[in-house]
């Protein structure tokens, strides 16, 4: 039998009062893949995520992460996922070891001292490990945040702007470490970002929201085909503005 | 409670573990504040009991109270300036993606809160033997009932004043200072319950911690060992404790649907 899809999505709502974050959105993510979610400010990207990770319920719709409804069955899912974004932190004073040590503790990650050692040497990291993780500049906490997601070497992992903060040629390392990870791994990878090369570079399969709903889906290649661009900046701008495929910019 | 892991609550009071350890600061003012009440209450009973046949006769009368209520304080406060650790270092969020519990995180509190209590009020009761000759644990047995009994009492508080903060934001956070003060006048730290007008004596007979400071007038006053007052006060600290547990877990849902978890912070 082959394996449930990564993430599964049917009809999901989110409403706060009048106001509709998230509207009957639904969609498919298989295992191994790398999907991005993209779309404007607010138009409902990091709702999705929260709700995937079971920090905020729906109003309505249902949501299947490796085969577990979410979130009545999170204990046996969420071991097997993590997450990472710039917008969350980790504890200040503790230095970037300890806090690796907790979550890896918290995740139940066998050999800490070793998958410590080996992350701190892949990120790059090590250098800094006795440093509390406040005393950080931006970049090195947004590597500190992917070593912690990827401490229990997850079947799914959600990242939000993952190269936020970071100069190109860090950015660059970390796409590589992500693709490195996904391709040895065969974890599937869902992404916000706003970073469109990125986009192109790492994504098999591309999510376009905009005000809550599903506007387009489709690989970064087909979605540049069907709408007439040169890239998915371009692509991007015209979902942003409401343009439809096949209609030209005035 | 299925289902329950006691390693990640471990890793999760390691992590308060090393925040204390971050500073020698903190270790000080663990054990600050139950001092100096000692200090100050142990120079007003020396007056005092010159003047005082009571005092005369049960010098430790005041100093118990103090260093008792401070059980309640350091314990309370020991669950929700934790937990508000979390808030301020926008932390919560990813504790609640993690394999972690709620349930977990509020066992974990409350392994912390016990130990900075003891290490607190420890010092306190401690120096207290060679400063004014008073040794706490002259109460004998009944000291375990008054220990255990004010600590749960500290935590149910902790976690309704915790769950208020996490509903209202960090602005609600001066209510973890002002809450247990609020009840002090009612639980009878240096006096009677009968000291209180008939109207309100109904209300202090509600709060676990007023058998407690009974408990140890009985003790150090009719050397008798209250057994019935820790037993109501044990009643009613399941009922508190249980109200607190329960109220944490229905805020931390009510902010999942909410979606104030993602913000949460100072």
């Known amino acids: ?250 | 409670m299925s289902g329950i892991s006691f390693y990640r609550i471990g890793a999760l009071a390691l992590r308060y573990l090393y925040l204390l350890r971050s500073s020698r600061v903190r270790i000080v003012e663990l054990a600050y504040w139950p001092t100096v009440q000692m200090i100050l209450w142990g120079f007003i009973t020396q007056y005092l009991a010159r003047h005082s046949d009571l005092l005369n006769q049960a010098a430790g009368l005041l100093l118990s109270g103090v260093l008792l209520w401070d059980v309640l304080f350091r314990s309370q406060l020991g669950l929700s300036v934790v937990f508000f650790e979390e808030l301020h270092a926008r932390n919560l969020a990813q504790l609640l993606i993690s394999p972690l519990r709620p349930i977990e995180l509020i066992l974990a509190l409350m392994a912390v809160s016990l130990a900075r209590t003891l290490i607190g009020v420890g010092i306190a009761v401690g120096l207290a033997i060679p400063f004014y000759g008073f040794n706490l644990f002259m109460l004998g047995l009944p000291l375990i009932g008054f220990f255990i009994n004010l600590l749960l009492m500290g935590w149910a508080i902790g976690l309704l004043v915790a769950a208020l903060v996490l509903r209202h934001g960090m602005g609600a956070e001066s209510i973890a200072w002002a809450a247990i003060f609020a009840l002090a006048p009612l639980c009878g730290i240096y006096y009677p319950i009968a000291t209180l007008p008939d109207w309100l004596q109904p209300l202090a007979w509600i709060l676990p911690a007023s058998y407690m400071f009974e408990g140890m007038r009985a003790v150090l006053l009719d050397h008798a060992a209250r057994l019935d007052y820790l037993l109501y006060a044990l009643l009613l600290n399941i009922g508190y404790l249980g109200l607190g547990i329960g109220v944490f877990l229905a805020t931390v849902h009510n902010a999942r649907e909410r979606g104030s978890l993602l913000q949460s912070g100072e």
Do not use: W
Request: net charge neutral; hydrophobic share 40%.
């Open chain 1, 1 to 250: 039998m082959a394996a449930a899809p990564a993430i599964q999505v049917e009809d999901l709502r989110k409403h706060y009062g009048p106001v509709r974050a998230v509207d009957g959105i639904g969609f498919t993510v298989r295992r191994g893949v790398t999907c991005a979610l993209l779309g404007g400010n607010g138009a409902g990207k990091t709702t999705t995520l929260a709700l995937l990770l079971g920090l905020l319920l729906p109003t309505s719709g249902q949501i299947h992460l490796l085969g577990e409804e979410m979130p009545r069955h999170r204990q046996r899912v969420l071991p097997r996922m993590n997450f990472s974004s710039p917008y969350v932190d980790l504890p200040q004073r503790l230095t970037v070891a300890e806090n690796l040590t907790v979550y890896a503790r918290l995740y139940g990650v066998r050999r800490i001292p070793e998958r410590l050692a080996a992350l701190g040497r892949e990120l790059d990291i090590d250098a800094f490990f006795q440093r509390p993780y406040g005393s950080l500049s931006a970049g090195q906490k947004t590597r500190v945040a992917l070593a912690k997601a990827l401490l229990n070497e997850p079947d799914l992992l959600l990242l939000d702007e993952p190269t936020a903060s970071l100069d190109p040629d860090t950015a660059d390392r970390m796409r590589g470490i992500l693709t490195d990870y996904q391709r040895r791994s065969g974890a599937t990878l869902l992404l916000a970002s706003h970073n469109m090369s990125e986009v192109e570079r790492l994504c098999d399969q591309v999510i376009m929201l905009r005000t809550g709903q599903i506007v387009a889906t489709g690989a970064p290649r087909e979605l540049i085909h069907r709408y007439g661009r040169k890239d998915m900046e371009e692509v991007f701008l015209d979902i942003a503005r409401g343009i439809q495929s096949g209609e030209v910019l005035e």
